[in-house]
């Protein structure tokens, strides 16, 4: 194991069945897409923060250069003004939602926070806010926040038995005509458990409470259909490739008659009135608040193009097999090493990364990135996540990644490793 | 005037005047320092956007490819997490705040909020916010929304009695013990005002209440002196240069118990820990929220360098020098073809830009864009705003703008210009 990390293991009895599978992938070519100047390093932390795409590389030197540099203040009427919802209808089909209905925006955190009071003041006198404990734990923070702008309430962590599988059950029984809104991710963070969204809104409904879904870790990579949802909101720099921070979209049922609480010039009908009464846009576009930051943004749509070319449905397919793939060869090669599997079993039930839970994850983690060359990510306390972005993560990958990490853990390489805390993973 | 547009005049008689003025101009040098691929374009709405730095557009290659192309998620440990801090460090002695008192995140609209509505909380049973009609229309719209956030309240908007100068005495008359928030634009949008920020600080302190000032027409060109004021934002991509919607700036007072109200992740002390409950970061990173929009957030380092290379010192002295010019030629050469001067006249009462009104402004916009080469904007309704960034605007610039403009008048060139009313100017 001297060349640990350098490299495929073709002396691997299963490397074969991984080219086989890599030979048959309809998405094979897509990988060339994104710049990687390191052959050796297998990056499976696509569901964080996704690849570079070339042509995002290109369009930004050309956004850069030409529209800001050189058109200035002209590019403002030339794109960059109707960017959010231009970059919003491109997202559209690729969430299940119609045109006119997305728009991009401020951080997930953010419009988060507009879209749940926004779906609060809509439900005067319903006190109870449902959301999970697998929930991304911002999404929490900012229902305490909406729920004190929009007069009180109370949010109510529903408990998983499990910490993998959504309480759907438990969601459920929480149901009643004191609930405003029920919020969930559609897939959790930490596991990769894939709710069941029509069967919570229906759920939700029924009851006559709003559904928000924090689509983060589905956009890009699992198919939704948002029709008859009332909101969502998600992130498009991990499956969607949009690049660091880039602003996150919100999804609000035209039906609806949702006010952007949080109203800035950017939502005004006629911003460049300057009107000192605020009076909403009329389209999707009231949603936006402030100026947006226009080279994050620009990024999401050469990313985004991407993924609609590669087809949401042919993306999930791969993403299906990567991870029943991982799954299959952890059990048989990682579980011996005293590694568990933290992810729902049933594809059905499961996002594009797959949770492993060590007791020494850290140090695993340590060790797989420094000298395995494979890159996850850790969730405290001792998850090791492996997300396999089906546009550039082949299965010699996840093949190669599994035995690196299984060459790690016979050799020890661990020991040197010491658990230092830190606020920066 | 065939050659309208295509150069300086050096048959008038003051151009030499103003290639004395630049002779001796002590930053002179900085022009060189921004891309500029069109030399007889005169860019005079750095107010609006400043133009791109020669530094950021190298930066950010940078950026693009290694950090995030190459790095990717190894960025978030080597800069990225910490650069809404770091950012704020490097600003705050261009707006005179003590190190750890700002931190870079989201719109400007969305940084006034979570400021507005966390000092009225610090202020409960104060129903009243101040502020007047020069302020920019967002910043009225965030109070309103702070205020409903915060269990409600009352906006009042101060009237100035001519539109270019601020209500300084009708602020003051209004501050009672029921007035929780005083918000005004330091600089304000149209007319350039300056307003006096220790007069109205400590007439609000005498009254018990805060003081929130926007300081977006401040930043990079008026020095400010924060110590003893409550609260600030402001816009990095105006005096600042950091580019297209580049995140804002607050400015807390670390004295404050005043506490994010708008919780998120980035906020939070130990962020990767996904704790369920939020407890704010110590320091002025719990002011940040969601995930921040990395690619326009470091456009801001390398533009932030060079305003503290060049000294706000200086760059203030050089924006009196030139906007007392820009009014004393447009006294001479426009006043006669309609134009009247719509800013404050003493130079310690003005920001770097000056407004000329023209009952056919949006026309004369056009045509100085279209045939001048002179880039200015227009505001509402007979506004023509000339913003003069000392870093890259010369006295020769001023002077041939002046120019330029009268010869467009004299030729009647406004003819073709049809008014048509855009969202988008």
Redesign the interface.
Known sequence: MAELGMGPFPDSAGFAEAQAHDAADALAEFRSRF?S??PELI?L?GN??G??PAA??DH??EV??Q????R??????EG??TLGRDTGDLLAPLIGAEPGSVVVA?????CL?KLA?GALRLRPGRTRVITD?LN???D???L??AT??A?GGDVE?IQSHDGINGPVEAVEAALDADVALVTLSHVVF?SGYLYDMRRITEAAHEVGAMVLWDLSHSAGVVPTDLSGVDLAVG?T?KYLNG??????FMYVNPELPLEN??????G?????????E?RPAADIARFQ?????????A?ITPAAQIVAEAGIGRIRAKSVALTDYLIELADEVLSPLGFTIASPREAARRGSHVSLRHPDAWRVVQAM?DEGRV?P?F??PDNIRLGLAPLYVSFADVHNAVHRIAGLMREDRLSKYRRQR????
């Open positions: 710049i100047d390191d990056y932390d964080s923060l690849r570079l995002t590389s930004l030197e850069i250069a529209e800001w540099g050189s200035l203040i002209g590019s403002w009427g960059w003004w401020d951080s997930t955190t953010v926070f009071w404990d991304f734990p911002t929490l923070y900012v305490e926040a004190e702008a007069g962590v930490k992130c720099y690049g660091p921070g880039a602003p996150a609480p949080l109203a800035g010039w950017w005004h009908r006629r911003p460049f009135d300057f009107d000192l605020y608040t402030g100026t947006m930051p226009i080279l994050s943004l990024a990135i890159v990510d969730r405290e830190s606020t920066v993973t």
